[in-house]
C-alpha cells in the first residue's frame, strides 16, 4: 500500500518540475450552439500533433498545455459538427467553443462519446448513453426509462418482471451509488420499482460505472450511476412534453439573462386511477388511488469566465389510498425522494477547475391504516447533508490530477412504529440513528508511454456512528453527539489501458470499495417498505474488492465496438436477516441481522454498432454470485437472490426512412432462484412448510420480445417552432408468461390425514400496446 501512494505521488512530483516554462495553457468550455448546453466528453486533439488532446469534464470544461507557435484545434463530439480553430499561442488564452447539430439525421447516436472513446478511456466497465437512443427503444405504458435502458448492458441484471431496480456484477440493489446532480437517490422506482424517477424530458446524459470505479466515488461497493439534469437552455424559450396510457409530462426552459443564466422546470404526473375512479364509484373499493409524480427544477448564472452557480431539485411522491368499505379498513401509503443541490464552478490560472456543492437528500416512507377503533402507523427515512469539493489540474497533456473531499451527516429512521387499539397505545422502541461519513482522495489519469496510460489513486473513507446509542445488554450507552463506533478503510483504485494499435486496447482493473450503510430487505429489487441501516457496533461496514481485466477492439472505421470483459468480486460483511427472524416491534432491529461473505465473477461479451441506417447492440454476461452466512442454510454456500447464469439482450434501431424509426430488444435470461419447499407437517391442523437448501431451485428462463416505432415530423417540420411525433410500442409481443415468483396452495385429504402440495407460477404482465405523443416548442 505504501509503495503503491510513493510511485503515484512520485511520478505526479517529478513531471510537475518537467513542465516547460515556455507552455501556455488554453482552456474554456464547449457549449451547444442551440441551447447554451454543456457538452461533457467532446473531444479536443491538435492537429500537428496526433496523440495530444484532452475531453472536457462534466461541466463541459477543458484545459490543454501547448508550447509557444501556432496550431489547430479540433473540437469533434458525435451527433454535432467538428470544429477547427487556428490560433497562436504565446501566452495563456481563454477560448470557448460552440458546436452545432451534424447535417445528417438518419443516424441515430447511441453513445455521448468520441468514437474511440471506448478504447481511449483509461477506465473499463464504463457506458454511457444520452436520450436520443433511449428515445428510439420499445417502452412499457409509453414510459421511457432510464432504468430500464441500462438493463439491456452487460453486467447489468434486472430485479425481476417490470422491476426498474438493478444488479450490477453479482451486486445488491442497494451497493449502487446512484446519483442525480450529485445527490444520492435512496429509492429510484415509482409504482413499487415498475417505472423509474428519473424523467426522461430533464435528463442530459447517464454513465454507468462498473469497473474500476474511480477514486472520487465512495460509499458503495457494486457500480454508479451518474445522472446529470440539464442546465436550461440559455438562447431562447422552449417547451417539450408528452401524453403517454398512464402520464404526462412537460418540461420549460428558457434564459433568465441571454447567454449567461438560464431557468429549467420539469414535472411527470400519472392518471391511471384517476381515469378508474367512475368504475370504483359505488363498490367496495370506491376513493381507492394510486398516482405518482415528479417535479424536477434547475437555474445557473454565470458570473464570469471563472465563476458559475447552479442550484437544482427534485421532489417525487407515490401516493396510495387504499379503501375496503365492507370491512371500514383504509390506508394510505405516501413515499418519495427529495434532493436539493447548490454548486459552485470557478476556475483557476486556466488550468484548474473546481467544483463544492452542498447538497441535501431525503427519502421516507409512511404507512397510516385503521379499521374501526385500531390505529397504526409505520414509518421509515434517511435524511443526508453533504458538503463536498473537487478539483482537476489539468497539470498537462498527459497528466490530470483530481483530488477532494466529502463529509455527510445522516440522519436514519428505520422501523418507526406506533399504533392504538380502543385506549391501548404501544410505541416500537427503535428511535432515529444519526451517523458522520466522509472521504478524501486523490487520483491521476496519466500516460506511462505513448501507449499506456493509467488512472492510479487512493481514497480514505470513514464513518461514525454517534449518540444516542443505546448500548443494551450491560454495554455502554451512548448520549447524543457521542461517536459510539469509529469504522475507516484506504481503498486503492488502479486502471490501466494499454494501446495495442489504433483500433485495439487491453484494459485492467482493480477497485476496493467500502459501504456504511445497508439496505434490509426480504426481495431482490429496493421497494418502499425497505429500510435503511447504518453501520454500528453490531453492524460492521460493508467491503468489496474487484479485480477485472477485457480486450476492447473497433472495426471498420469505428462503426463497430467489441469488448470483452472478465471480472472477479470478493465481498465481506454482507448484510442480511437471522434464519428465526420474525417481523416484531420490540425487537431491536439490529440484533436480527447477520454478517457474511459472497463472491461473484463472470465474462461479458459487447457488440455495438454505432453508425448507419441500423444500430444496435449484442450483451451477453455469463456469471455467478454466491453467499455464506454461519448462521443461514447450515453454514453452506448458497446462490445470491440475483445469481442469473445467462442474460441476453439484443436491441437494434432502423432509420427506415427520415420519418420513421423502428425499433426492437429481446431479452433472455436464466430463471431467478428461489427456496423449494421440499415438504410438510401439521403443527394444531394447520400446515407447516419444510424447507430444502436456500435457493437450491431456478424458475424457467425470462424471454421477451418488444417492438417500437417512432413516426417523427417532416423534416420541413424540424425547422418551425412547433413539431411533434408519435411513439407507438408492443411489450412482451409473444405474450410470454414469465414467471414473477412461486407460492404453495395446500390441500388436506381428511380420511387419509394427507396433505397436498401444489405450486402455482405468478406472471405479470401480457402483451401491452402503448402509444404516445410528444411534442417540442422552440
Same mark, same amino acid.
Given at each position: 500500500?505504501?509503495?503503491?501512494?510513493?510511485?503515484?505521488?512520485?511520478?505526479?512530483?517529478?513531471?510537475?518540475?518537467?513542465?516547460?516554462?515556455?507552455?501556455?495553457?488554453?482552456?474554456?468550455?464547449?457549449?451547444?450552439?442551440?441551447?447554451?448546453?454543456?457538452?461533457?466528453?467532446?473531444?479536443?486533439?491538435?492537429?500537428?500533433?496526433?496523440?495530444?488532446?484532452?475531453?472536457?469534464?462534466?461541466?463541459?470544461?477543458?484545459?490543454?498545455?501547448?508550447?509557444?507557435?501556432?496550431?489547430?484545434?479540433?473540437?469533434?463530439?458525435?451527433?454535432?459538427?467538428?470544429?477547427?480553430?487556428?490560433?497562436?499561442?504565446?501566452?495563456?488564452?481563454?477560448?470557448?467553443?460552440?458546436?452545432?447539430?451534424?447535417?445528417?439525421?438518419?443516424?441515430?447516436?447511441?453513445?455521448?462519446?468520441?468514437?474511440?472513446?471506448?478504447?481511449?478511456?483509461?477506465?473499463?466497465?464504463?457506458?454511457?448513453?444520452?436520450?436520443?437512443?433511449?428515445?428510439?427503444?420499445?417502452?412499457?405504458?409509453?414510459?421511457?426509462?432510464?432504468?430500464?435502458?441500462?438493463?439491456?448492458?452487460?453486467?447489468?441484471?434486472?430485479?425481476?418482471?417490470?422491476?426498474?431496480?438493478?444488479?450490477?456484477?453479482?451486486?445488491?440493489?442497494?451497493?449502487?451509488?446512484?446519483?442525480?446532480?450529485?445527490?444520492?437517490?435512496?429509492?429510484?422506482?415509482?409504482?413499487?420499482?415498475?417505472?423509474?424517477?428519473?424523467?426522461?424530458?430533464?435528463?442530459?446524459?447517464?454513465?454507468?460505472?462498473?469497473?474500476?470505479?474511480?477514486?472520487?466515488?465512495?460509499?458503495?461497493?457494486?457500480?454508479?450511476?451518474?445522472?446529470?439534469?440539464?442546465?436550461?437552455?440559455?438562447?431562447?424559450?422552449?417547451?417539450?412534453?408528452?401524453?403517454?396510457?398512464?402520464?404526462?409530462?412537460?418540461?420549460?426552459?428558457?434564459?433568465?439573462?441571454?447567454?449567461?443564466?438560464?431557468?429549467?422546470?420539469?414535472?411527470?404526473?400519472?392518471?391511471?386511477?384517476?381515469?378508474?375512479?367512475?368504475?370504483?364509484?359505488?363498490?367496495?373499493?370506491?376513493?381507492?388511488?394510486?398516482?405518482?409524480?415528479?417535479?424536477?427544477?434547475?437555474?445557473?448564472?454565470?458570473?464570469?469566465?471563472?465563476?458559475?452557480?447552479?442550484?437544482?431539485?427534485?421532489?417525487?411522491?407515490?401516493?396510495?389510498?387504499?379503501?375496503?368499505?365492507?370491512?371500514?379498513?383504509?390506508?394510505?401509503?405516501?413515499?418519495?425522494?427529495?434532493?436539493?443541490?447548490?454548486?459552485?464552478?470557478?476556475?483557476?490560472?486556466?488550468?484548474?477547475?473546481?467544483?463544492?456543492?452542498?447538497?441535501?437528500?431525503?427519502?421516507?416512507?409512511?404507512?397510516?391504516?385503521?379499521?374501526?377503533?385500531?390505529?397504526?402507523?409505520?414509518?421509515?427515512?434517511?435524511?443526508?447533508?453533504?458538503?463536498?469539493?473537487?478539483?482537476?489540474?489539468?497539470?498537462?497533456?498527459?497528466?490530470?490530477?483530481?483530488?477532494?473531499?466529502?463529509?455527510?451527516?445522516?440522519?436514519?429512521?428505520?422501523?418507526?412504529?406506533?399504533?392504538?387499539?380502543?385506549?391501548?397505545?404501544?410505541?416500537?422502541?427503535?428511535?432515529?440513528?444519526?451517523?458522520?461519513?466522509?472521504?478524501?482522495?486523490?487520483?491521476?489519469?496519466?500516460?506511462?508511454?505513448?501507449?499506456?496510460?493509467?488512472?492510479?489513486?487512493?481514497?480514505?473513507?470513514?464513518?461514525?456512528?454517534?449518540?444516542?446509542?443505546?448500548?443494551?445488554?450491560?454495554?455502554?450507552?451512548?448520549?447524543?453527539?457521542?461517536?459510539?463506533?469509529?469504522?475507516?478503510?484506504?481503498?486503492?483504485?488502479?486502471?490501466?489501458?494499454?494501446?495495442?494499435?489504433?483500433?485495439?486496447?487491453?484494459?485492467?482493473?482493480?477497485?476496493?470499495?467500502?459501504?456504511?450503510?445497508?439496505?434490509?430487505?426480504?426481495?431482490?429489487?429496493?421497494?418502499?417498505?425497505?429500510?435503511?441501516?447504518?453501520?454500528?457496533?453490531?453492524?460492521?461496514?460493508?467491503?468489496?474488492?474487484?479485480?477485472?481485466?477485457?480486450?476492447?477492439?473497433?472495426?471498420?472505421?469505428?462503426?463497430?465496438?467489441?469488448?470483452?470483459?472478465?471480472?472477479?468480486?470478493?465481498?465481506?460483511?454482507? /448484510?442480511?436477516?437471522?434464519? *428465526?427472524?420474525?417481523?416484531?416491534?420490540?425487537?431491536? &432491529?439490529?440484533?436480527? +441481522? !447477520?454478517? $457474511? #461473505? =459472497?463472491?461473484?465473477?463472470?465474462?461479458?461479451?459487447?457488440?455495438?454498432?454505432?453508425?448507419?441506417?441500423?444500430?444496435?447492440?449484442?450483451?451477453?454476461?455469463?456469471?455467478?454470485?454466491?453467499?455464506?452466512?454461519?448462521?443461514?442454510?447450515?453454514?453452506?454456500?448458497?446462490?445470491?437472490?440475483?445469481?442469473?447464469?445467462?442474460? /441476453?439482450?439484443?436491441?437494434? *434501431?432502423?432509420?427506415?426512412?427520415?420519418?420513421?424509426? &423502428?425499433?426492437?430488444? +429481446? !431479452?433472455? $435470461? #436464466? =430463471?431467478?432462484?428461489?427456496?423449494?419447499?421440499?415438504?410438510?407437517?401439521?403443527?394444531?391442523?394447520?400446515?407447516?412448510?419444510?424447507?430444502?437448501?436456500?435457493?437450491?431451485?431456478?424458475?424457467?428462463?425470462?424471454?421477451?420480445?418488444?417492438?417500437?416505432?417512432?413516426?417523427?415530423?417532416?423534416?420541413?417540420?424540424?425547422?418551425?417552432?412547433?413539431?411533434?411525433?408519435?411513439?407507438?410500442?408492443?411489450?412482451?409481443?409473444?405474450?410470454?408468461?414469465?414467471?414473477?415468483?412461486?407460492?404453495?396452495?395446500?390441500?388436506?385429504?381428511?380420511?387419509?390425514?394427507?396433505?397436498?402440495?401444489?405450486?402455482?407460477?405468478?406472471?405479470?404482465?401480457?402483451?401491452?400496446?402503448?402509444?404516445?405523443?410528444?411534442?417540442?416548442?422552440?
Amino acid at each position: 500500500m505504501r509503495k503503491f501512494i510513493f510511485l503515484t505521488l512520485f511520478h505526479t512530483v517529478i513531471l510537475s518540475g518537467l513542465i516547460g516554462q515556455n507552455t501556455f495553457t488554453i482552456s474554456g468550455y464547449v457549449t451547444e450552439a442551440e441551447t447554451g448546453e454543456s457538452i461533457l466528453g467532446a473531444n479536443i486533439t491538435i492537429a500537428e500533433q496526433p496523440g495530444v488532446g484532452t475531453i472536457t469534464n462534466t461541466y463541459g470544461f477543458y484545459s490543454i498545455r501547448l508550447p509557444e507557435g501556432d496550431f489547430e484545434l479540433v473540437f469533434s463530439y458525435i451527433g454535432m459538427e467538428d470544429k477547427r480553430v487556428s490560433i497562436n499561442i504565446s501566452e495563456n488564452k481563454s477560448l470557448n467553443i460552440e458546436m452545432s447539430q451534424g447535417i445528417l439525421f438518419d443516424e441515430i447516436v447511441i453513445t455521448a462519446e468520441e468514437e474511440d472513446r471506448n478504447l481511449s478511456r483509461t477506465t473499463m466497465g464504463v457506458l454511457e448513453l444520452n436520450m436520443e437512443q433511449i428515445s428510439t427503444l420499445p417502452v412499457i405504458l409509453g414510459e421511457q426509462d432510464i432504468l430500464k435502458t441500462i438493463q439491456l448492458l452487460p453486467g447489468v441484471l434486472s430485479s425481476g418482471e417490470g422491476f426498474s431496480g438493478f444488479h450490477v456484477r453479482g451486486g445488491g440493489a442497494d451497493q449502487n451509488l446512484v446519483l442525480l446532480d450529485e445527490a444520492i437517490v435512496y429509492n429510484s422506482g415509482h409504482l413499487f420499482g415498475f417505472i423509474s424517477v428519473f424523467n426522461s424530458d430533464a435528463i442530459r446524459n447517464t454513465t454507468l460505472i462498473k469497473g474500476g470505479m474511480p477514486p472520487q466515488y465512495g460509499g458503495r461497493i457494486s457500480s454508479v450511476l451518474d445522472i446529470q439534469m440539464k442546465d436550461g437552455n440559455n438562447r431562447h424559450f422552449q417547451a417539450e412534453g408528452g401524453i403517454g396510457l398512464i402520464s404526462s409530462r412537460l418540461t420549460l426552459q428558457g434564459p433568465i439573462v441571454k447567454e449567461q443564466s438560464s431557468w429549467l422546470v420539469s414535472g411527470r404526473r400519472t392518471y391511471l386511477f384517476d381515469l378508474a375512479q367512475p368504475a370504483l364509484e359505488g363498490g367496495n373499493f370506491e376513493g381507492t388511488n394510486y398516482y405518482f409524480y415528479d417535479f424536477n427544477a434547475k437555474v445557473n448564472h454565470r458570473f464570469s469566465d471563472r465563476d458559475r452557480i447552479f442550484f437544482s431539485a427534485y421532489f417525487g411522491r407515490d401516493i396510495f389510498d387504499f379503501v375496503t368499505a365492507n370491512r371500514g379498513f383504509r390506508f394510505t401509503m405516501p413515499y418519495g425522494n427529495a434532493t436539493a443541490t447548490l454548486r459552485w464552478n470557478r476556475t483557476f490560472g486556466g488550468n484548474m477547475f473546481m467544483n463544492t456543492s452542498l447538497i441535501y437528500n431525503d427519502y421516507n416512507f409512511d404507512f397510516k391504516g385503521n379499521q374501526e377503533d385500531f390505529q397504526f402507523r409505520l414509518s421509515s427515512g434517511i435524511r443526508d447533508w453533504n458538503l463536498k469539493s473537487d478539483l482537476d489540474y489539468f497539470m498537462d497533456a498527459n497528466n490530470h490530477i483530481k483530488v477532494g473531499y466529502s463529509i455527510s451527516h445522516h440522519k436514519l429512521s428505520p422501523n418507526q412504529a406506533s399504533g392504538a387499539s380502543g385506549e391501548t397505545v404501544f410505541d416500537s422502541p427503535q428511535s432515529p440513528e444519526y451517523a458522520i461519513q466522509g472521504g478524501l482522495y486523490f487520483q491521476n489519469d496519466f500516460k506511462l508511454s505513448s501507449s499506456v496510460q493509467v488512472l492510479a489513486g487512493l481514497r480514505y473513507s470513514f464513518f461514525s456512528h454517534i449518540g444516542p446509542y443505546p448500548g443494551g445488554d450491560g454495554e455502554e450507552d451512548y448520549d447524543r453527539g457521542d461517536p459510539s463506533v469509529w469504522y475507516d478503510q484506504f481503498e486503492p483504485r488502479i486502471s490501466l489501458n494499454w494501446r495495442l494499435s489504433t483500433n485495439s486496447a487491453i484494459k485492467a482493473g482493480y477497485a476496493r470499495t467500502a459501504q456504511y450503510l445497508h439496505l434490509v430487505s426480504n426481495s431482490t429489487s429496493t421497494l418502499p417498505t425497505d429500510i435503511w441501516v447504518p453501520s454500528s457496533l453490531r453492524v460492521p461496514p460493508q467491503t468489496g474488492n474487484q479485480y477485472s481485466i477485457g480486450y476492447f477492439r473497433n472495426f471498420l472505421d469505428n462503426t463497430y465496438e467489441v469488448s470483452v470483459e472478465a471480472y472477479y468480486r470478493d465481498l465481506s460483511n454482507q /448484510l442480511d436477516y437471522r434464519e *428465526t427472524f420474525t417481523p416484531s416491534l420490540s425487537a431491536r &432491529l439490529e440484533n436480527e +441481522f !447477520v454478517s $457474511g #461473505s =459472497g463472491e461473484a465473477y463472470g465474462l461479458e461479451l459487447f457488440i455495438n454498432k454505432k453508425k448507419g441506417d441500423l444500430t444496435g447492440w449484442i450483451a451477453y454476461t455469463l456469471s455467478w454470485a454466491d453467499r455464506r452466512f454461519e448462521e443461514i442454510n447450515n453454514g453452506k454456500t448458497f446462490a445470491a437472490p440475483y445469481d442469473r447464469r445467462h442474460d /441476453l439482450a439484443i436491441v437494434a *434501431t432502423y432509420s427506415l426512412n427520415e420519418r420513421i424509426d &423502428l425499433g426492437a430488444s +429481446f !431479452v433472455f $435470461g #436464466s =430463471g431467478q432462484n428461489y427456496t423449494p419447499i421440499e415438504g410438510l407437517y401439521l403443527v394444531n391442523g394447520f400446515p407447516a412448510e419444510i424447507y430444502g437448501e436456500r435457493n437450491s431451485a431456478r424458475l424457467p428462463a425470462y424471454h421477451r420480445l418488444d417492438l417500437s416505432l417512432v413516426l417523427n415530423p417532416r423534416p420541413s417540420a424540424k425547422e418551425r417552432r412547433f413539431s411533434s411525433y408519435w411513439s407507438f410500442s408492443v411489450y412482451n409481443v409473444y405474450s410470454r408468461k414469465n414467471p414473477l415468483f412461486i407460492f404453495p396452495s395446500f390441500e388436506e385429504n381428511s380420511s387419509t390425514g394427507t396433505i397436498k402440495s401444489e405450486a402455482f407460477q405468478v406472471s405479470l404482465f401480457p402483451i401491452i400496446p402503448s402509444i404516445s405523443w410528444n411534442f417540442k416548442f422552440k
